[in-house]
């Protein structure tokens, strides 16, 4: 069963600049109710089996939270500032807080998706959040990046085998040693490129400038090849019950659309922007299969609970990637 996205770039746009002039006028008020347009449009046109996905946030939900953490995060850049001593204390502070913001910010997102009416749950756990965010790369960082790899793998373990589809949680089951061959093919395929560019810059008389933009082009280039291996990888290894995912993406197809979606964007100021990401999104989703094995029907849906959106607000102001 292929996942398919029906979105437009024109259709989208509309919805894109009108978010931007809405939240400009009411002075970033409207930005809650924008994100919620948004995550509707791009959820509602994701199909799966011929139904759609559902986003089911508030924007009173999103307002609340969000104006909770601009004022948390500029009390903490105000006191840090002031306060040396209590920045830091503020900081290890943070510090321990991240893995409760971490695990309410994806709990947020996931009761707030729905398919076939059954919504996601993040069942998150501090202790284990606490060693993903924190420790594994605390390790991985004295151990000079040997062992990143390693923590990527504790990450990506972590979110999967903690998200369920209503009772049933997804199983993770990729191999440390996937993750070892895409980072030493990623570092070989960097060095590769290193020293091509060097060798053919040895005849310039000024090659700085070249150096920079071959520099730009070569970051695209395996920025792109681990998005692509990663994206792959994380989906084939991840099951729920008896059904699986394949990803296909090719690392030709994804840069494609990478560098026309810069060159347009550029070309237009910005105004390419919403058409950018509907592009990216049709790529994404037309490589990406759920291998249906007996009924999608079976599933039971959770218990009914109430998850502030504090926790994804916090995630995104402190910029806690998830």
């Not at 919504?119 to 040997?146: C, H, K, M, T």
Request: aromatic fraction near 16%; proline fraction near 2%.
């Amino acid at each position: 069963l292929p996942f398919e996205f029906r979105g437009d770039g024109t259709e989208y746009f509309k919805i894109w600049i009108v978010n931007i002039f809405l939240t400009l006028i009411t002075l970033g008020i409207y930005s809650a109710w924008a994100t919620v347009r948004n995550n509707r449009y791009f959820y509602g046109n994701t199909f799966v089996d011929g139904t759609s996905f559902s986003y089911l946030a508030k924007p009173l939900q999103i307002l609340k939270g969000r104006i909770i953490a601009v004022v948390v995060f500029t009390l903490f850049v105000g006191l840090a500032g002031a306060f040396p001593v209590a920045g830091a204390i503020l900081y290890l502070v943070l510090g321990f807080a991240a893995p409760y913001i971490y695990n309410q910010s994806l709990a947020f997102k996931m009761r707030n998706t729905s398919y076939k009416n059954i919504q996601f749950r993040f069942n998150g756990d501090y202790g284990e959040a606490f060693g993903v965010l924190v420790i594994w790369p605390f390790l991985g960082l004295i151990s000079l990046g040997l062992l990143y790899p390693f923590v990527l793998l504790k990450m990506h373990q972590y979110r999967m085998n903690q998200t369920a589809y209503g009772t049933t949680q997804f199983v993770f089951s990729a191999q440390v040693k996937s993750y070892y061959k895409i980072f030493g093919i990623g570092v070989a395929i960097s060095l590769g490129l290193l020293g091509f560019l060097m060798a053919l810059l040895t005849g310039f008389r000024s090659p700085s400038g070249i150096a920079i933009f071959a520099g730009i082009g070569i970051a695209i280039f395996v920025m792109a090849y681990f998005t692509v291996a990663f994206t792959n990888l994380v989906f084939i290894s991840t099951s729920l019950k008896e059904h699986g995912f394949n990803a296909t993406l090719t690392l030709k197809g994804y840069v494609k659309v990478v560098l026309i979606n810069m060159l347009l964007i550029v070309i237009t100021l910005g105004l390419y922007l919403p058409a950018a990401k509907v592009r990216i999104m049709k790529y994404i989703t037309s490589c990406i299969e759920l291998h249906e094995r007996g009924s999608l029907d079976d599933f039971i849906a959770a218990e009914k609970e109430s998850v502030s959106a504090l926790g994804e607000q916090l995630g995104d102001v402190f910029d806690f990637s998830v």
